[in-house]
C-alpha cells in the first residue's frame, strides 16, 4: 500500500507537480424525476406523484442560480434524472437564460445518460442534440452515469440506464464537436476490482483516441437509502487503492479528481497523496449523495478548500472548468 501510494503520487506530481485544483461553482439539480430507476440510487423518483419528487421550471432554475450565486463563481454544474416528458426545448431555454444571464460562467450540464435520452426522446441522433445545446451555452458534459461499465454489473445495479459502450460512444461524439467531458466510476458496490480495471482501460482506450476528457473521478458508492442498503460503506484503504491505481492506469490523464463530497475532507486530503490532485469545487446544495447519506456540508467556501490543500502541504490553484488557472495559493492571477 505505501509502495503503491508513493507510485501515484510520483505520476501525479511528475504531472501537477505540488498543485492541487478546485473551481468556484454551483451545483444546480433540475429534477429527480428518473425513467432509469437504478438500484444504486436514494435520489430517483419514478414519477410526479412520488413523495419528494420534483420538476424545476427554467425560472425556478433561474432562482437556484441566484441564490448559489456568489463573486468568483465560474461553472454551473447542471445535472437531473431522465424526466420522461420534458422536451428537449426546456432544456435549450435552460441553457440559454442561464448564459443569458450569466454570460461569463461556463455550463457544464447533462450526463451522456441524459444526452441519450434527449436524442432519443426528440427523435434526432446524438450528435444534433448536442450541436443545439452547444448553441444554446453548453460548454462540456460531467462525467456522471458510467457507473461500472461491465454489462453484468451494470445489469445488476442499473438496468434500465444505457450500456458502458454507448456511454463512451456518447462521450465519442462529445469530443468530435469539440465538447470537453469529465468521466466517472461509480466504485464500492457490486463490481470487482477487475471490474474497475476493465472499467479504467475503456476509459484510457477512448482518452487515445479523442483527448477529450478534462479529467478521471472516482466516485464512492454511499448504499444508505438504496436497495445496496445492506451494504457496508467501502474503507478508506480501498478507496485509496483505487484513486492510486486509477492514477497509474490513466498515464493519459493530467487529472483524477477527488470530490470531496463523497469522500469526506480527511480522506479526500488522503487522496491528495495518492495520486489526485482535484478536489472538485465549492458546490451548493449538492443533493445526489446527501440523499444516500452523505455527512458532508453541501457547500464549502473556497477559503476552507484552500485550507484543506494546504495543511496537505500542496499549493491551492483556482482553475476555471477546463483547467486554465485564475489563482496560485489565493495570491496572485495568472493570464488565462
Not at 432509469?36 to 435520489?43: E, K, M, V
Not at 413523495?51 to 465560474?74: D, I, N, T, Y
Not at 492510486?244 to 483524477?256: G, K, P, T, Y
Request: glycine residues 10%; neutral net charge; aromatic residues 8%.
Amino acid at each position: 500500500m505505501p509502495g503503491l501510494g508513493r507510485l501515484a503520487d510520483q505520476a501525479n506530481r511528475a504531472r501537477n507537480g505540488d498543485r492541487v485544483y478546485y473551481i468556484n461553482n454551483v451545483h444546480l439539480n433540475y429534477t429527480n424525476i428518473c425513467v432509469n430507476s437504478c438500484r444504486f440510487c436514494a435520489y430517483n423518483r419514478k414519477n410526479a406523484l412520488e413523495p419528494g419528487a420534483f420538476f424545476l421550471s427554467v425560472e425556478q432554475v433561474l432562482a437556484k442560480a441566484r441564490a448559489g450565486w456568489r463573486e468568483g463563481v465560474r461553472e454551473f454544474h447542471i445535472v437531473g434524472g431522465c424526466h420522461p416528458d420534458a422536451p428537449l426545448e426546456y432544456y435549450e431555454e435552460m441553457l440559454s437564460a442561464l448564459a443569458g444571464e450569466y454570460p461569463g460562467v461556463h455550463l457544464q450540464a447533462f450526463t451522456a445518460v441524459e444526452v441519450e435520452h434527449l436524442a432519443a426522446k426528440a427523435g434526432l441522433t446524438v450528435a444534433e442534440t448536442l450541436t443545439r445545446l452547444k448553441a444554446c451555452g453548453l460548454g462540456s458534459l460531467p462525467g456522471g452515469g458510467g457507473e461500472i461499465f461491465n454489462p453484468a454489473v451494470r445489469n445488476k445495479i442499473c438496468p434500465k440506464k444505457i450500456s458502458g459502450e454507448r456511454f463512451l460512444e456518447v462521450m465519442r461524439t462529445a469530443h468530435s464537436l469539440g465538447i470537453p467531458t469529465n468521466v466517472t466510476m461509480l466504485f464500492g458496490h457490486v463490481e470487482s476490482r477487475a471490474d474497475r480495471v476493465d472499467h479504467l482501460l475503456g476509459v484510457r482506450a477512448l482518452q487515445d483516441e479523442t483527448g477529450g476528457f478534462n479529467s478521471f473521478i472516482p466516485l464512492l458508492f454511499h448504499p444508505e437509502n438504496t436497495e445496496f442498503g445492506h451494504i457496508s460503506k467501502t474503507g478508506g484503504l480501498e478507496a485509496l487503492k483505487t484513486f492510486a491505481v486509477s492514477r497509474l492506469v490513466l498515464d493519459n490523464f493530467d487529472h483524477i479528481k477527488a470530490f470531496w463530497i463523497m469522500l469526506g475532507l480527511p480522506l479526500t486530503q488522503m487522496a491528495l497523496f495518492f495520486g489526485a490532485d482535484d478536489v472538485n469545487g465549492t458546490v451548493h446544495e449538492e443533493k445526489i449523495t446527501h440523499e444516500a447519506g452523505a455527512g458532508t456540508p453541501q457547500y464549502l467556501p473556497a477559503g476552507k478548500l484552500v485550507r484543506l490543500i494546504r495543511e496537505a502541504g500542496r499549493t491551492p490553484v483556482e482553475r476555471d472548468t477546463l483547467y486554465r488557472p485564475v489563482s496560485v495559493d489565493g495570491r496572485r492571477r495568472e493570464t488565462r
